[in-house]
Nanobody, 122 residues
Framework: QVQLVESGGGLVQAGGSLRLSCAAS????????MGWYRQAPGKERELVAL???????YYADIAKGRFTISRDNAKTTVYLQMTSLKPEDTAVYYC????????????????WGQGTQVTVSS
């Protein structure tokens, strides 16, 4: 079983920046793609950004030009650098990871973190 632990959320003023982290531990033998989703109150969870672990990244339109996803050298921690934050970025941000061996999977993957709250004030 894989544990994903997010950190780095908080309260920030519009225009500010935050860096989220998600560390994977446990059975990470087949850990591959990692990414971030977010869910605002009353809205569905939506994809923010993905890192495939092979050098490819994907950004949803909401993140393009403002957010950057990256991984540490061990590929067990994923980061989301968020800049130029807007009040509409307020949401719980969830880490998502693919930990299944030998099966081609598509996002959202099966492993989730507990979420970290990001609140952007106007």
């Amino acid at each position: 079983q894989v544990q994903l632990v997010e950190s780095g959320g908080g309260l920030v003023q519009a225009g500010g920046s935050l860096r989220l982290s998600c560390a994977a531990s446990g059975d990470i033998t087949c850990l591959s793609a990692m990414g971030w989703y977010r869910q605002a109150p009353g809205k569905e969870r939506e994809l923010v950004a993905l890192d495939t672990s092979s050098g490819s990244t994907y950004y949803a339109d909401i993140a393009k030009g403002r957010f950057t996803i990256s991984r540490d050298n061990a590929k067990t921690t994923v980061y989301l650098q968020m800049t130029s934050l807007k009040p509409e970025d307020t949401a719980v941000y969830y880490c998502n990871a693919d930990t299944i061996c030998g099966v081609v999977t598509t996002p959202p993957f099966g492993s989730w973190g507990q979420g970290t709250q990001v609140t952007v004030s106007s």
